[in-house]
Structure formats: C-alpha cells, structure tokens
C-alpha cells in the first residue's frame, strides 16, 4: 500500500499543484490553454513515439491486450445500457453519464503507469490508448446520435478524430517497432527530452481545469458514473484481462486504466453536441478528486 502511495503521491501532487496555480493566476490565465497543446500536440506524441518506437512488440501479446480493451468497453457499453431507464436522465444528462462512466483521462494515466511500471508499462499503455481513443470517441458520437441530443457537428468529430496526434503517434510508433526501423539516434535524444515535459505539464493542465465550484446538477449522474468509472471498470478490467490471459504487467496497466478518472476533453464533446456541459465539468472534477483514494486502494486490493 505504502509503495503505491509513494508511486502515485506525485502524480497526485501534481494535480493539486496545478488546481492551486490556476486559482492563485499563476503565472496567468493565458498560460495553460497554450501549455495544454503544447502537450497534447507535442509532448505526447513525442513520448509515444519514442517508448513504441524502442520497444520490442510481440504481435500475439498485443492483439490480446487489444482485444481486452475491447471487450471491457463493450462491458461498459451494456453496463450504462442496462442503467439507462433505471436512472431515468434525459438526453443530455444521459450523455455526460455515459462519457462519465466511459472515457478515460490520458494524462492521469500514463502519468501513472509511468511512476507505477517505467517505460516497460508505458509500452502497454500506448496500446491502450491506440484503441481505447477511437473507440470510445465513436462510442460517444453514437450516444449523441441516438439520442438526438445534435447531430451537427458529427462529421467534424470523426474528422478531428482521424487526426488525433495521440492516436496518429501511436500509430507511428508500432509501424517503426514491427517494422524494424526503430528510430536514428539524433531523432531519438530530441523525442526523450520533449517526452520528459509532457507528463508533468499534462497533470499541472488536467489540475488547473478543475472547477470545486461546477460540482452541482444530478446527483444520480455524478454518484452512478464515478461508481461505474473507478469501481466497476477495474472489475470490468480484471474479467477481461482473465478471459485473454494477459500477461502481469499488461494486466495491471489496462487495471490501471480502467481505475482513472473520465477524460477532461469530455466536457468539449457535451458542448460540442448538445450534452449537459456543466453537468460533464461536475463529473469530471468529481471523479478526479475521488481517483485521489480509490485508485491507490483498487491497485492494493487487486494485487
């Protein structure tokens, strides 16, 4: 226990570190939506890129680990299915809901396998992310189309979706890992030193979007989609993990995943069409600050 603690605590520092700067308008209110691309377009990829690109993939390993993913989301998808008259939400509610108990913060998470399990889990987190991002981004514009809540806008969604730098840079990395070309050395050092600059300045980025103050709305929203999201998908996880038999460290890193916070960039997509945006910024905030105790105590019950 104490050793997670330990991994998890900067992790953690980081978040809190943030929130307080951006309350405190340090260094100013200009900063961190630059600092935030910055990160995402740059530093991300750079860290994906590299970690991929100089490891040695197994093709049997990684379709296994794939096809967990897989069958964790589809879990989720009938799990907030199954919910869906029980809660009784409308349109818009329903769909912070679902991207709530869903999605996944990017950052908290390779943050996490990067303190927890070095640059070995950071491979397998890659992966992760190179399926888990489509699919739940697809996922959610279908909940949104379902249920009517705004169709435009759809077709700009999966278009930014086949651009998405993470996705793309993990895409490239696998292709230099299977293939065997790896990266030269001078372009190797430049990604390490970029990939050192995006887990500490995604953090600070995901604290400073926190908001204490949007914590109102559906009570039933906010308690069931952080249930489901830091309790259940771990569960969830383990099941699918069982079933494809992962090896230990990839079992851990997609029990990781599953046990963190939704995704910041859910409260875009609830703006974008036509969900319940505040609703969305009060699940994020709640489901981070909550991530703070029940991530640490998901990964010592589990081990």
């Known amino acids: ?22 309350r405190f308008d340090f260094p100013g209110a200009g900063f961190w939506a630059p600092a935030e691309k910055a990160t995402y377009y740059v530093f991300f990829p750079a860290l994906l890129v590299s970690r991929l690109a100089q490891s040695e993939l197994t093709g049997g390993a990684s379709l296994s680990l794939v096809a967990a993913v897989l069958l964790l989301l589809g879990a989720g998808v009938l799990v907030c ?10 349109a818009p509610a329903y769909t912070s809901f679902f991207q709530g108990a869903m999605r996944f913060n990017t950052y908290v998470a390779l943050a996490a396998t990067a303190a927890l399990y070095g640059d070995a889990g950071i491979v397998h987190a890659a992966i992760i992310t190179a399926v888990m991002i489509p699919m739940l981004n697809l996922l959610c514009v279908l909940a949104f189309s379902s249920l009517a809540t705004q ?19 993990c ?4 292709s230099l890992s299977l293939t065997g070309l790896g990266l030269p050395v001078w372009v190797g050092s430049v990604l390490d030193l970029l990939a050192r600059m995006a887990l500490p300045l995604g953090l600070l980025a995901v604290g400073a979007g926190l908001s204490v103050r949007s914590l109102h709305g559906s009570w039933r929203a906010l308690g069931w989609s952080s249930g489901i999201k830091l309790l259940l998908f771990p569960l969830l996880a383990l099941g699918a993990a069982g079933l494809m038999e992962l090896e230990t460290l990839a079992t851990q890193v997609l029990l990781l995943f599953a046990a963190v916070p939704t995704a910041t960039s859910a409260y875009i997509l609830a703006r974008q069409l036509g969900g319940d945006a505040d609703l969305m910024a009060a699940i994020i905030t709640l489901q981070t600050l909550l991530a703070m105790l029940s991530l640490p105590l998901v990964l010592v019950l589990v081990a």
């Open 151 to 169: 169709r435009a806008g759809v077709r700009r969604v999966l278009r930014t979706l086949a651009t998405n730098p993470l996705i793309l840079s």
């Open 171 to 174: 895409l490239l990395g696998i």
């Open 1 to 22: 226990m104490l050793a997670i603690i330990t991994a998890l605590w900067p992790v953690f520092a980081l978040l809190l570190l943030g929130h307080l700067a951006r």
């Open 81 to 90: 299915l199954l919910l869906k008259p029980v809660l009784g939400l409308a």
